[in-house]
């Protein structure tokens, strides 16, 4: 498949965890993104890490990726209800660099 | 508004009608793209403009399928003789320019429904 392949697809911890989701890709990317779905919105844009970054930080948001194994994480921390959505993972190929393909996503629920 | 407007938000028709989606980019925004996203799982890219461009149509399903834009502003996308497999809710992205570094802007999207 060319899609992103996101691990857990569903993820249910407490308030005040941390959560981490991961995602695998098959072929070389320009850079990777992180987006955000609450139910029946539209994504939401969280981080954009390049392919020759190996970690970027915003707020509570981490992001690794490591280009020899093919794979990204997305870690929050001090997770709130409010972090409560899906999350996707989406990149660009080397070809084709314009569309953004995107990963199955993972369904956080962050319990009170 | 500032940020991109899709309409309607939730359509119904019957099998073999035509309908058509609109969608409002954000000002300014050269690039739009327009996905489908099937109940639970991603987004599946659909066609993508880029100013005067000749659009990338590499994702639509079936000639059913087609997509216009007038300049940099307004897109509409048109299903005809609509099918129940159809059934999805469309998303509309836009970004400042058809570079891989821009992040994309989401509307909220049309549920669209064939019964």
């Known amino acids: 498949s060319q899609q992103g392949e996101e691990d857990p697809q569903a993820l249910s911890i407490q308030e005040g965890e941390n959560a981490t989701m991961n995602c695998s890709y098959k072929t070389s990317i320009n850079n990777l993104q992180w987006y955000r779905q609450n139910s029946g919105r539209g994504l939401v844009h969280l981080i954009l890490i390049r392919s020759n970054e190996r970690e970027k930080h915003s707020g509570r948001l981490r992001v690794t990726l490591d280009t020899s194994k093919k794979s990204s994480s997305l870690l929050i921390t001090a997770s709130r209800a409010a972090d409560t959505a899906s999350y996707f993972c989406?990149?660009?190929?080397?070809?084709?660099?314009?569309?953004?393909?995107f990963g199955q996503g993972t369904r956080l629920t962050i319990n009170p | 508004g500032a940020g991109v407007s899709q309409s309607p938000s939730n359509k119904v028709t019957e099998k073999g009608k035509d309908v058509e989606l609109r969608c409002d980019p954000i000002s300014g925004h050269t690039a739009l793209y327009w996905y489908r996203q099937r109940l639970g799982q991603g987004l599946e890219f659909l066609i993508y403009?880029?100013?005067?461009?000749?659009?990338?149509k590499s994702g639509l399903p079936s000639d059913r399928f087609s997509a216009e834009r007038t300049g940099e502003s307004v897109s509409t996308l048109t299903i005809q003789r609509t099918q129940q497999e159809d059934s999805a809710v469309y998303l509309c992205a836009s970004s400042l320019g058809g570079y891989s570094n821009q992040p994309q802007h989401f509307g909220d999207g049309t549920r669209l429904s064939i019964l």
């Open positions: 989406a990149f660009t190929r080397i070809q084709g660099a314009q569309k953004l393909v």
């Open positions: 403009f880029q100013g005067n461009s000749a659009p990338d």
